[in-house]
């Protein structure tokens, strides 16, 4: 066997995707793991520029070009891909710049996040979450305390008063203490103990369909697709109901900012099996997806989505989606999300009981 054979037996045994770029950043090789990912064959790849495959990337080609240009090498971790089919995935990209024969090449590496990573990164997160939670809700309470005692003092205030123009003053304190307190109570979450029972899910999100279509500010059109073999559900219905209506809310804003847009909704159950849920391998899982097909969500909040006081929106309170998380979370369940260009999806996953779980 020649050297060149050894190499290239070698290159097509590697889990990595490897490709050779030249500099008109066309294909000029990709290895079995490249056309597993691009799922084409070397013939269908082969002359054809990278981002006639790829609809949208957090890799820049401005990025690579200037890497071919300067001779530099550089490497990047968990980059957004997505395929023109749709499918999306996330990946570690290494980029060498080579020379041979006067002319430049890229050799670029990717390597697919693998799943151990990704629970890891999910526990992380969820870590961070509860962290940012309990200081908010710590502050929340140490803010609750002494607001009480200043509308109580305005109340006294108040009635000592016989000027109605000095009344309007203390009625301001009043009336921005009970401001402040509601939002103090939307940072404390519900504070009442779940109901659970069993429920078909399918009616509950019918209801949350039926909501936003009420909504005559919208003309965002609701598609279902639903597995009709799911079983009833061990649920606090109110809850759920309030945490899928938050994140369909959610999408509709975002979509109702690109009216150029012709929106769509998509809810998609499924049933998904050995799901990690915060360390803990349920068996059985139900899978709610709500997914639109808006701008996505920029970059810089992905990590951050959850957090209380976190919004895009001019006049959010950023309370929505960390609501919706601990609701989820009085389920044993969690929320996944994926966002790029043109698709947002949002993943509810709640474990699948067979009996009672309190029994």
Same mark, same amino acid.
């Not at 050297?3 to 008109?24: C, F, G, M």
């Not at 609809?55 to 968990?78: A, N, P, V, W, Y």
């Not at 957004?80 to 290494?94: K, Y």
């Given at each position: 066997?020649?050297?060149?054979?050894?190499?290239?037996?070698?290159?097509? /045994?590697?889990? +990595?995707?490897?490709?050779?770029?030249?500099?008109?950043?066309?294909?000029?090789?990709?290895?079995?793991?490249?056309?597993?990912?691009?799922? &084409? =064959?070397?013939?269908?790849?082969?002359?054809?520029?990278?981002?006639?495959?790829?609809?949208?990337?957090?890799?820049?080609?401005?990025?690579?070009?200037?890497?071919?240009?300067?001779?530099?090498?550089?490497?990047? =971790?968990?980059?957004?891909? +997505?395929?023109?089919?749709?499918?999306?995935?996330?990946?570690?990209?290494?980029? %060498?710049?080579?020379?041979?024969?006067? @002319?430049?090449?890229?050799?670029? !590496?990717? &390597?697919?996040?693998?799943?151990?990573?990704?629970?890891?990164?999910?526990?992380?997160?969820?870590?961070?979450?509860? $962290? $940012?939670?309990?200081?908010?809700?710590?502050?929340?309470?140490?803010?609750?305390?002494?607001?009480?005692?200043?509308?109580?003092?305005?109340?006294?205030? !108040?009635?000592?008063?016989?000027?109605?123009?000095?009344? !309007?003053? +203390?009625?301001?304190?009043?009336?921005?203490?009970?401001?402040? @307190?509601?939002?103090?109570?939307?940072?404390?979450?519900? /504070?009442?103990?779940?109901?659970?029972?069993?429920? /078909?899910?399918?009616?509950?999100?019918?209801?949350?369909?039926?909501?936003?279509?009420?909504?005559?500010?919208?003309?965002?059109?609701?598609?279902?697709?639903?597995?009709?073999?799911?079983?009833?559900?061990?649920?606090?219905?109110?809850?759920?109901?309030?945490?899928?209506?938050?994140?369909?809310?959610?999408?509709?804003?975002?979509?109702?900012?690109?009216?150029?847009?012709?929106?769509?909704?998509?809810?998609?159950?499924?049933?998904? @099996? @050995?799901?990690?849920?915060?360390?803990?391998?349920?068996?059985?899982?139900?899978?709610?997806?709500?997914?639109? /097909?808006?701008?996505?969500?920029?970059?810089?909040?992905?990590?951050?989505?959850?957090?209380?006081?976190?919004? %895009?929106?001019?006049?959010?309170?950023?309370?929505?989606?960390?609501? =919706?998380?601990?609701?989820?979370?009085?389920?044993?369940?969690?929320?996944?999300?994926?966002?790029?260009?043109?698709? %947002?999806?949002? %993943?509810?996953?709640?474990?699948?009981?067979?009996?009672?779980?309190?029994?």
């Amino acid at each position: 066997m020649t050297d060149s054979v050894i190499s290239e037996t070698l290159l097509d /045994n590697l889990s +990595t995707a490897v490709l050779q770029l030249n500099e008109k950043m066309h294909i000029r090789y990709a290895n079995h793991a490249a056309q597993a990912l691009f799922e &084409r =064959s070397l013939g269908l790849l082969m002359d054809y520029p990278i981002y006639q495959f790829i609809s949208t990337s957090s890799l820049d080609i401005e990025r690579l070009k200037h890497s071919m240009e300067q001779g530099e090498s550089f490497s990047d =971790s968990e980059v957004e891909l +997505t395929f023109l089919d749709g499918r999306h995935t996330q990946a570690d990209v290494s980029v %060498t710049s080579m020379r041979e024969l006067n @002319r430049s090449y890229l050799l670029i !590496e990717i &390597r697919l996040v693998e799943q151990q990573k990704k629970i890891s990164q999910d526990n992380h997160q969820w870590a961070q979450q509860q $962290a $940012a939670k309990e200081l908010v809700r710590g502050l929340a309470h140490e803010i609750k305390n002494p607001l009480g005692g200043i509308r109580g003092a305005a109340q006294l205030l !108040e009635k000592e008063l016989h000027s109605e123009e000095l009344k !309007e003053f +203390t009625g301001v304190i009043i009336e921005q203490s009970d401001r402040l @307190r509601n939002l103090v109570d939307r940072l404390l979450g519900p /504070n009442i103990r779940p109901k659970f029972n069993w429920y /078909n899910v399918h009616e509950v999100l019918e209801k949350v369909c039926t909501l936003v279509n009420l909504d005559p500010s919208h003309s965002i059109s609701i598609i279902r697709d639903y597995d009709p073999s799911i079983p009833d559900l061990y649920l606090d219905q109110d809850m759920f109901q309030q945490a899928t209506l938050n994140i369909v809310r959610n999408s509709v804003q975002a979509l109702m900012q690109y009216p150029e847009i012709k929106g769509e909704i998509r809810i998609v159950t499924r049933i998904d @099996r @050995r799901v990690i849920i915060h360390g803990v391998c349920f068996p059985l899982c139900v899978k709610i997806s709500i997914i639109d /097909n808006g701008p996505g969500i920029p970059a810089e909040l992905k990590d951050t989505l959850f957090y209380p006081m976190v919004t %895009t929106k001019a006049e959010g309170s950023g309370l929505g989606l960390s609501i =919706s998380q601990t609701l989820i979370g009085h389920h044993r369940g969690k929320i996944d999300v994926e966002s790029w260009q043109g698709k %947002t999806e949002f %993943t509810l996953y709640i474990p699948i009981e067979r009996k009672d779980p309190e029994k």
